[in-house]
């Protein structure tokens, strides 16, 4: 594994679309600035942290006001490590530089996709390992090898050289799965880059995230002729169907008959269906019907099942169980396979789920029949439906239109026709599993559901009752005579692909095509060529057939297409058990843009007829756009380049980030405004980071073939000066680009070290606008192991052209804060992390700081309009625990703020740490235990707050995650909250037990009317509080008794605060004493304790009441020490 030393980069690309398509970053709600010197809580705060496979760790704040944070804390020995985020459409990606080459050609770029990370359940709070297949090298695409067995090598293969302990092995992609223990894959980065060698671990040819697997959620018979098949005496019997899925109820009437072998995949240790997919399906396929009569009867009901549960009992999986399913249906004999399950991602059919389909397909002959997905888009076929082998099935309803869920084609990146055929599944009848309830509950023995799912037993029913009448046929040769003797419905190609299945055409269809559709791919502009495409024509039976042959084709809008398709003959005679073939020409130049869908029909003498979907895609008017850097030595530029292209007419139409292949990269783009922002990335001979230069062309014409110089030798070097003396820690330099729409895309590279940085000076732009960044983060000159006094934050910004890179930061454009560091508890240890985010960004990423416990310094921080976040990781000697969550402030200049992370006392708060709002007649509540003593937020990676709330006395609502919401009655109501939270480890040793009680009443208002219910709120303060929260036995507590406000607005809320009480505890709350107590007036009271010689902690409780009523409890257990 390389490593670059010496130098750090983190590099950030936001964009931000107020009405495209190509966006991550929502703006604010408000979408205003705060104003100056106001400071904003995040109230609202969500964070989810990942650990990537090379052991960084990646945590995501959402801000109360739409800003999102990014923070970067390095994995052991990571410190010269650089990093490129980017986002592509809703989701967020951070990869590091030194594994970037090998994305995604041999790391899956979904490993590096935060976003999808988080929401599959794979983040740090979620599990401790990252699921990977691990594919050797040496295995052919697409064919079964013992490549899994031996990695490519042609011995045993050791795995666990390369860090692994297999759990399963996927022989038909040469491939093994295992849960990788987070931040433990430096062994197996170490094998991918390196070639194997006899005793080592195996040649590893590619790493792909173990991806999550989920199900994909009438009297349908007649529909497909099924009636008709039954009748002629053809019901799938002698034919075996594997169905992967949830598993099965065998003890349900319509299914205690049909299971002829069964493999549980996901470690429940049976099949027996606890979530109801699976039992559904199966007797959509081949139930009995006997629970009701007969009327819910399955397609193939003599069909025999093999049952293999590859999704959990909460209708999940891992891509790694149903590859090592499918592996085991076919090596048991399954003539066809029925999956009504896939993965979010949209693939080329070129990922492991697709390629195992392929390969066992030609291995066995068996035909997988998969759900084409429940996206509705064009273009949102998942993986394995993805598949080319796959007969993957979109659905209809019962008037045979395409339903509005069922995935569209074409496939992704090909542009090939998906899916191949549709089949009824919109509220289809079938078995309920005992137990469940999945889809609408029709009576003890049914539900009724929709989705692909639902249409894809139908298909595989077919093919089952289809195999039994010509056993001799093939899985493809299945599919072939599926497809066409399918009946179109209306739709185009992608929509349908030949049609929606009907059994009696499919029995007396004889004559097939190969391929079964045929996909003419992209048509590339300027459109001046042919494109052709073969189709075959195979006749099984005893006697020559003739077909007349004709081609109907339309565009995207249904116009016919006329006098640009042509075939090679208007007519075939295929010989008795031959061939014959036919060729479709194309003329590329006729026609409007976009996709194109038709079928070519072949009609017998008796009127029967053979139909192939066919289709292509006509692309835009576009142009070559050559991005070429080159070095400041004036050579082709050989370290890292990166590069943000964004169409500044309407960043929808074209934005991409893109990593430039050696020195030189080109994108086709449509005519317009364009803006590309480059980053070249020099290194040393030892791969450390030398230099970095921004080459910036904000605004340049693309009306054909076009080519960007990003020259190093144009740019300016960039430097800041301090009254104070200061080394460098980091600097970032960040573009934003904005349309003529109001979408805007930004780019961000942040250097550690005293690296020199340079950027290149520009024009103003005259369409959308432009913004230019230079950040820096000094700091006080120190030696090795020493703590700096003071550090400066700095960002500098320019509107519409990046005209200077000398900066100079003087008390007229900074602020000063005075920051103490407390931890709360002796081994715990602390991160500072304070991202900056410029007038119009609502982007921000910053690199973690180790701080020392305990200690006390000066931060300086611009100001003209910059918002200041600042927030601290709490970790142990292992883990990242969670957060301290500052408040947002846009300083003055010469203002001074304090602020305190980590010290006593912590309690629960409003504000910062939790929130009770009201929406209409909503109530909502959302709750950390566990403020700190400055106010910050904890946000934590466990659940650690029960949450509780009884309204009228009665208990209705509660939470083991901090979060309720409740619906307020029209008469109103009187609340009760309970908020409790209990730690006690090494790194948390203070207010190990926090509980917190408010009474209350709330109302309903407008619906349109969103409020902050005025709680009341403690603060508490520690005479002569030590920077490790000890305090003098004889201390005096100062309460400060307040409501929750509303943070956008400076007024005060809630009725006028009647008193307070206080009690104190030595004995950790087994014994309380009463404290007397003096109001100083505005809800501030103090109070003196006076703990016993030998006391270790003191213990708070304290009651607050207000004059309408409302009041608070609080006991705070281990408050502070006493020393």
Known sequence: MRTRAGAAAAIATAIVLGGGTWSAVAAPDTGQEPAPGHTATRTTATTATVTLLTGDRVTVTEQADGRTAVAVLRGPGREGIAFQQYTDGDHLYVVPLDVADLVPTRLDRALFDVTGLVAAGYDDASRSTLPVIVQSAGTPSGSVADGARAGGSGGKADWAAAGLSPDRTLESVGAVADGLPKGRATKLLAALEAPAAAGTAPAIDRVWLDAPVRSLDADSMPQIGA??????????????????????????????????????????????????????????????????????????????????????????????????????????????????????????????????????????????????????????????????????VGAVDDADQVTDFSSRGPRAGDHAIKPDVTAPGDGIVAARAAGTTLGDVVDDSYVAASGTSMATPHVA???????????????????????????????????????????????????????????????????????????????????????????????????????????????????????????????????????????????????????????????????????????????????????????????????????????????????????VAGYLLTEGEELGLTEATAALEPELTVTDDTTVELDARQALPVSVTTPRRTDQLAVSLTDQRGDTLGNSVGSTIMLEGELPVFVTPTEPVTTGTFSFVNQFTLAEPVGAGEVPSYTYDLLFHQETAMQRTRFRADASNTAVATVRYSAPGPEAQLDTVRPGWAPGHFFAIALGYPVEPGTERTEYLSTGGVLWGHDVAVMDDVDLQGFLVGETVVPLPRERLAERFGGAVLSTRLGTGGVVVQAGSTLFAGMSAWSDGGGNGWLGFEPETRLDVWQDGEHVGESAEGYVELAVPDGGAHYRLAVAGE??????????????????????????????????????????????????????????????????????????VEGARLWWSADDGATWHAAAVSATGDGTYTAKVAAPKGTSHVSLKVEARDAAGSTIKQTVVRAYKVG
């Open 983 to 1056: 730690r006690e480890t090494p790194w948390w040793a203070l207010s190990t037990g926090v509980s917190t009680e408010w009474e209350f009443t709330a109302a309903p208002v407008a619906e349109e009317e969103f409020s902050y219910l005025p709680l009341l709120d403690v603060a508490y303060e520690i005479e002569d509080l030590t920077l490790d929260s000890t305090a003098p036995r004889n201390a005096e507590v100062t309460l400060r008794v307040s409501h929750q406000t509303d943070p956008a607005s400076d007024g005060a809320a809630g009725a006028a």
């Open 461 to 675: 029913g077919a093919a089952a009752v289809l195999r039994q009448a010509r056993p001799e046929l093939t899985g493809p040769e299945l599919k072939a005579v599926l497809m066409g003797s399918a009946q179109p419905t209306g739709g185009t190609v992608w929509d349908e692909g030949a049609g929606r299945i009907l059994l009696p055409s499919a029995l007396a269809h004889q004559v097939t095509t190969n391929p079964a559709s045929l996909s003419l791919g992209a048509f590339t502009f300027p459109h001046e060529s042919v494109s052709a495409g073969t189709v075959t024509y195979t006749n099984p039976t005893a006697d020559d057939v003739t077909l007349a042959l004709s081609i109907d084709v339309t565009d995207q809008e249904g116009a016919p297409l006329e006098g640009a398709v042509t075939l090679s003959a208007d007519s075939v005679t295929i010989p008795a058990g031959g061939t014959a073939t036919v060729d479709v020409t194309v003329d590329q130049g006729p026609g409007a843009l976009g996709r194109y869908s038709g079928a070519l029909v072949a009609t017998g003498a008796d009127g029967s007829t053979v139909r192939t979907a066919v289709g292509w895609y006509k692309e835009p008017e576009l142009f070559d756009l050559t991005l070429r850097a080159t070095g400041r030595d004036g050579q082709p530029h050989t370290g890292v380049s990166l590069a943000t292209v964004m169409n500044a007419d309407d960043a929808g139409a074209y934005g991409e980030f893109l990593f430039l292949e050696g020195s030189e990269t080109t994108v086709r783009v449509p005519a317009g405004t364009y803006s």
């Open 227 to 392: 009636p008709e098949a039954w009748a002629a005496g053809y019901t799938g019997e002698g034919v075996t169907v594997a169905v992967l899925d949830t598993g099965i109820d065998a003890t349900h009437p319509d299914l205690d008959d049909v299971v002829v072998g069964e493999r549980d995949f996901t470690g429940k240790g049976s099949v027996v269906d606890g979530q109801g997919h699976g039992s559904h399906v199966a007797s959509i396929l081949a139930g009995s019907g006997d629970a009701s009569d007969g009327v819910n009867q399955g397609v193939a009901p003599d069909a025999g099942l093999l049952v293999g549960k590859v999704l959990d009992d909460g209708g999940s999986g891992e891509m790694s169980w149903v590859i090592e399913g499918m592996e085991w249906a076919a090596s048991s004999g399954a003539d066809i396979v029925s999956m009504s399950l896939g993965a979010s991602e949209y693939t080329d059919g070129t990922d492991p789920a697709a390629r195992a389909v392929d390969a066992l397909s030609a291995e066995y002959g068996t035909l997988f029949v998969i759900a084409a997905g429940n996206a509705s888009e064009h273009g949102t076929i998942g993986t394995p439906g993805s598949a080319s082998s796959a007969l993957t």
